[in-house]
């Protein structure tokens, strides 16, 4: 059967190398130049450090077990490092105190009142079996559950935001529960930070395409597809953003919001912060990463910080110079002072779909048979992270392959 996979993200990449491992002719059609999509290594400049910067720091998790098959079958497994969560959150003194997964560790966080923290550990266990009212944000659900405003903004905050991309009064308390229940109320194991050692560009796009060339598949980058009718193949996975995707299927354009991620990357002359990752409480800078030490290439001197703000249209508006001040200057406020020797903006103002109470997402069937939708923001249960693309792409995949095989028995 010849395959068509228009869109060369992690779900595109996922459903193809499942089709052609099945033994089907696969062609991938990727509009940009480069495989990966939202997973990125910035076009380079002259004067950026090494290793060059992504379009975002990314971070898995443990329970992301999807994903890091995805990575072992395309020979990048051990092109992350794994560590039990243990997440040191500064507040604005600069005291610290770290998010770990248990109890102790729990009533210890000391950002929160004693009355604070003594229910943490009992609303961690009530999300157990919660249920969440429809239109219902997962700030109210916390608060229904006795959890304060401090609480959510010191604590739930911290973790909910960078997993789904808004804060958790903003986030439907479903998405909310399935995260703290998969990641936090799991085998221990789930909660473990899981971070790229390579440029994402590399160990993704780069990596996947050369998997697929190695099994035969054809991969052809700059070919953006403007309609399924142009393609020459029996079966499509269209793996395309929301609008592009409706577009392609003739539908009106989904009902789905965006969320935008900003990441500032920045080279001070001296070292600022003492650990490869931190959350920062009441800053623009939500979390802060030490590129040079996660990647094992240090600069020469100094530290080449990474730091991500996430669902955060408000600084899509602050422009260049600004913004790097602003970022620079709430670090350096809070750490100690540096010089900046380097800076580098990413905005991604279509990072995920926005997983607001009452949203839908459409799933992998349409219309047609023998064509399969997929895409981190479809309805794989999971929010749009890259574990879901990975899910989509496969569950594509294996739509393709069954719709195939019920016409053959037919
Ligand atoms: C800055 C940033 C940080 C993030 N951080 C994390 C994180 O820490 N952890 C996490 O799990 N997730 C994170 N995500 C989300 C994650 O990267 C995405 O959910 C996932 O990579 C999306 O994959 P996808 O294949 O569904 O879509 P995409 O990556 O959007 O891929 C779709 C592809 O289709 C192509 N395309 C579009 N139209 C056409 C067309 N007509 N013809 C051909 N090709 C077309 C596009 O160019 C694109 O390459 C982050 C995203 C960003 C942007």
Not at 9 to 38: K, Q
Not at 41 to 58: A, S
Not at 95 to 121: C, F, M, N, Q, T
Request: proline letters at 7%; charged letters at 25%; aromatic letters at 4%.
């Amino acid at each position: 059967m010849k395959v068509a996979v228009v869109g060369g993200g992690l779900a595109g990449l996922a459903s193809a190398l499942d089709l052609v491992d099945a033994g089907h002719a696969v062609t991938v059609l990727e509009a940009r130049p480069t495989l990966g999509g939202a997973v990125q290594t910035l076009p380079e400049r002259e004067g950026d450090p090494e290793p060059p910067p992504d379009n975002g720091q990314h971070i898995a998790l443990g329970c992301f077990t999807e994903y890091l098959g995805f990575l072992d079958r395309i020979g990048e497994g051990e092109s992350v490092l794994r560590e039990r969560l243990a997440l040191p959150v500064l507040d604005e003194n600069g005291k610290v105190a770290a998010i770990e997964p248990s109890l102790p560790a729990l009533l210890r966080y000391g950002h929160l009142s004693l009355r604070d923290r003594v229910r943490l550990p009992v609303t961690t266990l009530r999300l157990r079996s919660a249920q969440s009212h429809p239109k219902e944000t997962f700030g109210q659900l916390l608060r229904r559950l006795g959890e304060t405003d401090s609480s959510i903004n010191g604590f739930w905050d911290v973790f909910i935001r960078p997993a789904l991309n808004l804060r958790c009064d903003e986030v439907d308390a479903g998405a909310g529960l399935f995260t703290v229940r998969t990641a936090l109320l799991g085998p221990r194991s789930n909660s473990d930070l899981i971070l790229p050692t390579r440029p994402l560009g590399r160990m993704h796009g780069d990596a996947a395409g050369a998997a697929l060339e190695a099994t035969g598949a054809t991969v052809l980058t700059e070919a953006r597809v403007s309609s399924l009718d142009e393609l020459d193949a029996d079966s499509v996975v269209v793996a395309v953003p929301p609008r592009e995707s409706a577009r392609l299927f003739g539908e009106a354009d989904p009902a789905l919001e965006d969320s935008p991620i900003v990441s500032v990357h920045l080279w001070f002359d001296r070292p600022l912060l003492e650990h490869p990752l931190a959350a920062l409480l009441g800053s623009d800078a939500h979390w802060v990463f030490d590129r040079g030490s996660l990647t094992g290439s240090r600069p020469e001197r100094g530290q080449y910080l990474t730091v991500v703000s996430s669902g955060v249209p408000e600084l899509l508006e602050v422009r260049g110079r600004e913004l790097v001040e602003r970022i620079a200057g709430q670090l350096t406020e809070r750490l100690g002072h540096a010089e900046l020797l380097w800076s580098r903006i990413s905005r991604e103002p279509y990072a995920t779909v926005a997983l607001r109470p009452g949203v839908e997402r459409p799933g992998v069937e349409t219309a047609r048979p023998n064509v399969a939708r997929a895409g981190a923001w479809t309805d794989t249960g999971w929010p749009a992270t890259m574990e879901s693309a990975v899910r989509s792409g496969r569950a594509a995949a294996q739509h393709i392959l069954s719709s195939a095989s019920a016409r053959v028995t037919a």
